[in-house]
T-cell receptor, first 115, second 111 residues
Framework: DAGVIQSPRHEVTEMGQEVTLRCKPISGHDYLFWYRQTMMRGLELLIYFNNNVPIDDSGMPEDRFSAKMPNASFSTLKIQPSEPRDSAVYFC?????????????FGPGTRLLVL | GQNIDQPTEMTATEGAIVQINCTYQTSGFNGLFWYQQHAGEAPTFLSYNVLDGLEEKGRFSSFLSRSKGYSYLLLKELQMKDSASYLCAASPPESNYQLIWGAGTKLIIKP
């Protein structure tokens, strides 16, 4: 299996622009997670989906952030408008099912820099 | 509240042994994960402990004490490639799937 795929790997944009991050989970995995990682705050869960349905979006910073999962093999995280404080590495992860101890498999991440 | 603590940074010598500690306070607990993250890369799974005691996987071992809210990752015969950050994460009860992540311990291996 190719693992979790994310695109783009790097994104540099200017403040106010829209940013769309993409993720393809491992085939057959029912759960998809979006994380943000910064030096200051570490790894933070933004939102997760079960069978394409958003379950918990309490980690989404504000209304500028939105996530969708139109089908089992694709998800997007959109920031509109972007701000410099959004600069971070955004990881997508997937897991087979939600059980205690179920391993999450991370994608390579998207390094976002908002100028 | 829910909290996980681990040292920010540790330094060890190639060939030696190092122990990375993690303490947690969570409302409900199922088990504890350890992930390895090399600089600029994604976290990768190392271990998951549910029961008290030590679990060994080659050069890496992980220990859990549920009564003490304490875990450690033990790395033996350190190699330069072990230089990475090590993140512990607590797995809460199944009704809430959000893992509680530590900030990570940056391990520096010196020749």
């Amino acid at each position: 299996d190719a693992g979790v795929i994310q695109s783009p790997r790097h994104e540099v944009t200017e403040m106010g622009q829209e940013v769309t991050l993409r993720c393809k989970p491992i085939s057959g995995h029912d759960y998809l997670f979006w994380y943000r990682q910064t030096m200051m705050r570490g790894l933070e869960l933004l939102i997760y989906f079960n069978n394409n349905v958003p379950i918990d979006d309490s980690g989404m910073p504000e209304d500028r952030f939105s996530a969708k999962m139109p089908n089992a093999s694709f998800s997007t995280l959109k920031i509109q408008p972007s701000e410099p404080r959004d600069s971070a590495v955004y990881f997508c992860a997937s897991s087979l099912f939600s059980g205690a101890g179920e391993t999450q498999y991370f994608g390579p991440g998207t390094r976002l820099l908002v100028l | 509240g829910q909290n996980i603590d681990q040292p920010t940074e540790m330094t060890a010598t190639e060939g030696a042994i190092v122990q990375i500690n993690c303490t947690y306070q969570t409302s409900g607990f199922n088990g504890l994960f350890w992930y390895q993250q090399h600089a600029g890369e994604a976290p990768t799974f190392l271990s998951y402990n549910v029961l008290d005691g030590l679990e060994e996987k080659g050069r890496f071992s992980s220990f859990l004490s549920r009564s003490k809210g304490y875990s450690y990752l033990l790395l033996k015969e350190l190699q330069m490639k072990d230089s990475a950050s090590y993140l512990c994460a607590a797995s809460p009860p199944e009704s809430n799937y959000q893992l509680i992540w530590g900030a990570g311990t940056k391990l520096i291996i010196k020749p």
